[in-house]
Each structure stands twice: as C-alpha cells, then as structure tokens.
C-alpha cells in the first residue's frame, strides 16, 4: 500500500457541541506511517511511507485519544 486512508475513527459525542478531536497517544504511530493530523476522524498513510505486508511489521497497533 503506497497512500490512501489506513483507517477511520468514529466516536460518539459527549458535549453539546458534539465536537470531536483525535490524536495519537504516546507511541500511538508506529515508525510514524501514519500522517500526524487525524482529519474528521479519517487516518491515512503518511507521506512517503509505504506498507509492506509480506515483510513489515505485524501487526501495526495504533493508540488514538
């Protein structure tokens, strides 16, 4: 996988406003292959990072707050 959306967050609201933000915990973003602005809850593979299924690291854990 060379770009495109890894993932998406979704949460439930808790304050009137419904506002929402995300962002990687400490060590949330393994080797940084995520781009560090989560936008709209949308996480996608950083520039210039590249996933390698067959010889990466297994699994990818990611921490969002």
Request: glycine share 14%; aromatic share 8%.
């Amino acid at each position: 996988m060379a770009s495109g959306t890894l993932f998406t967050v979704v949460a439930t609201p808790t304050t009137a406003n419904g506002a929402r933000t995300y962002a990687f915990g400490a060590s949330g973003n393994p080797g940084s292959v995520a781009d560090a602005t989560i936008t709209n809850g949308v996480v996608t593979l950083a520039s210039g990072k590249t996933l390698d299924f067959e010889g990466g690291t297994n699994p990818l854990v990611f921490v969002i707050v």
